[in-house]
């Protein structure tokens, strides 16, 4: 196994050169390697599967060293991780997780693309403000690094919950034409073409389900798919597809909640870590990223050409 992944790290770094430095391709490789043998994050663990002659004090300093000086290319990384998902439109999904370690707060906003029941993470940014919600300019700004690098074609889809809202996000979206489908909270507004202004109350008052081709939500005209569901709450959705396509589109999102789960105690044990400092984490990010990628398409191959792999529940 150790072998089959090294040639498939050795291949994309032939394609997509994360390092022009033989030893820092080695040692990124070696640390990948590291990082899937051991599933977690920490650096002494990580070093306990490195092949080194060297003591593991030295390969543990080697690794910090690395974090402290080396600087990513993170166009490149995001050309390398393009590299495993399917050719044609992507579906993308945008979210946030966050956590604490001790005053440090770490607060990573994301978009990923879809590959079967999991995402392939693109770009990301550390968030500076407190744990708090990314705000438009945020969304914006990390949708046009990933714009800038595929070009707005490759773009099939963009699916987001309930925070990513807003003018300028949902305006930037319109205006480029990319196909979203949002989730609002249940307080918004709608006006009807009529020019009604109702709740979500007021519209599904006699009906579990309702779909509304062209209205008006916070300042946008789009189609919009109302739901009751079990847990008295409701599924809002917004977006400039029709209307009753918005509801399987949005299922498209759990693919990054089942990356986060991976990232965190399903797979890598991400929270685990003792970086603290924005710069150094989203270097940590490129590595788990990686890993996760190189796993699933791993995963696949043995699945489809040596033994199939039992789903769990």
């Known amino acids: 196994m150790r072998k089959l992944i090294r040639d498939e790290i050795i291949k994309i770094f032939d394609k997509i050169p994360l390092a022009k430095n033989l030893s820092r391709k080695k040692f990124i490789g070696d640390f990948l390697i ?3 043998e051991s599933r977690k994050v920490q650096f002494k663990e990580i070093a306990l599967h490195i092949e080194s002659e060297a ?3 030295s390969v543990e300093r080697r690794i910090q060293a690395f974090f402290k000086d080396y600087d990513f290319d993170y166009r490149q990384v995001c050309l ?8 044609g439109k992507l579906q993308l999904s945008i979210d946030r997780t966050e956590w604490d370690f001790g005053i440090y707060q ?3 906003l994301m978009i990923v693309a879809k590959n079967g029941s999991i995402g392939i993470p693109l770009y990301w940014e550390l968030l500076d403000n407190n744990s ?12 046009q690094s990933i714009v800038d690098v595929i070009g707005l074609d490759r773009i099939g889809l963009i699916v987001g919950d309930r925070e990513f809202i807003g003018i300028q996000w949902l305006k930037y979206l319109k205006d480029r034409q990319i196909n979203f489908c949002m989730r609002l909270p249940k307080n ?5 073409k009529n020019g009604a202004v ?3 109350n007021d519209l599904l008052s006699h009906q579990q389900e309702r779909y509304f081709e062209t209205c008006l939500v916070d300042g946008i005209w789009c189609n919009t798919m109302l739901k009751k569901l079990d847990n008295k709450d409701f599924l809002f959705l917004i977006g400039n597809l ?4 918005l509801g399987n589109l949005y299922r498209h999102r759990w693919c990054i909640e089942v990356l986060f789960q991976t990232f965190k105690q399903r797979g890598f044990d991400l929270e685990t870590t003792h970086i603290k400092g924005n710069e150094k984490l989203s270097k940590l990010l490129v590595f788990v990223s990686i890993a996760v990628a190189i796993a699933l398409k791993t995963g696949q191959y043995l699945h489809q050409k040596v033994k199939m792999i039992k789903v769990k529940k």
């Open 34 to 36: 590291g990082m899937l």
């Open 55 to 57: 003591t593991l004090e």
């Open 80 to 87: 390398l991780l393009l590299m495993f998902l399917p050719k």
């Open 106 to 108: 770490c607060n990573i």
């Open 132 to 143: 708090g919600n990314s705000n438009c300019k945020d969304r914006c700004d990390l949708l």
């Open 188 to 192: 918004h507004l709608i006006t009807l």
């Open 198 to 200: 109702c709740s979500i």
């Open 242 to 245: 029709p209307a009753k396509q």
